[in-house]
């Protein structure tokens, strides 16, 4: 079954600096979302990026598919305090499959 | 901005007993999930729900849970006898047309 999988699984950076987070899955996809996850708080979603796309951006978001390799990775640029959170990759696959697979997530800390 | 809506945000239960976790996706939404996140673990997918019917469920979703839509508003996870295992926050989302799902913030559900 197809899985995504973050790396690093944390992460601790200065205020001001980028913060890179990559993803990994296994099977064929139709889509690949970015999620965000405040402590104690539900899944805000960030940023989609289909199949057929290369680098998607959004405000202080960059995010880069490479099929080929099954992998993907979110920046975030000029990181902010308030950019700490847990971030979450999920796959939807290609099959007309509904279901959102997510990676095991990558904390993030901004130290101010 | 409309919001999926959940409750109660947590749930103490004694294990074996019974419990309904409710739901109220945006209003406008056509399709429905429920998701569980183990605590420290990644967020699994348990079911689907469209025009009034499963349309995808995992291998955790058993014969212990079922769904369902009451009426024109409210979506919920009912949990038959339910076991230390699954304590963990449920998660609903609901989703329209080619749209990112929108999550609730959850319900915390601890079985004692």
């Known amino acids: 079954s197809q899985q995504g999988e973050e790396d690093p699984q944390a992460l601790s950076i200065q205020e001001g600096e980028n913060a890179t987070m990559n993803c990994s899955y296994k099977?064929?996809?139709?889509?690949l979302q970015w999620y965000r996850q405040n402590s104690g708080r539900g899944l805000v979603h960030l940023i989609l990026?289909?199949?057929?796309?290369r680098e998607k951006h959004s405000g202080r978001l960059r995010v880069t598919l490479d099929t080929s390799k099954k992998s993907s990775s979110l920046l975030i640029t000029a990181s902010r305090a308030a950019d700490t959170a847990s971030y979450f990759c999920?796959?939807?696959?290609?099959?007309?499959?509904?279901?959102?697979?997510f990676g095991q997530g990558t904390r993030l800390t901004i130290n101010p | 901005e409309p919001e999926v809506t959940q409750t109660p945000s947590h749930q103490v239960t004694q294990m074996g007993q019974e419990v309904i976790l409710r739901c109220v996706p945006i209003s406008n939404h056509l399709y429905f999930y429920w998701y569980r996140q183990i605590l420290g673990q990644k967020v699994e997918f348990l079911v689907s729900?469209?025009?009034?019917?499963?349309?995808?469920k995992s291998e955790i979703f058993d014969d212990q849970f079922s769904v369902e839509r009451p009426d024109g508003s409210n979506f919920t996870l009912k949990i038959r006898s339910t076991k230390l295992e699954d304590s963990a926050m449920y998660f609903c989302a609901s989703r329209r047309g080619y749209q990112p799902q929108h999550f609730g913030d959850g319900t915390r559900l601890s079985i004692l």
């Open positions: 990026i289909r199949s057929n796309e």
């Open positions: 999920a796959t939807r696959g290609s099959q007309g499959a509904q279901k959102l697979v």
């Open positions: 099977t064929s996809i139709n889509n």
């Open positions: 729900f469209y025009n009034n019917e499963i349309s995808e």
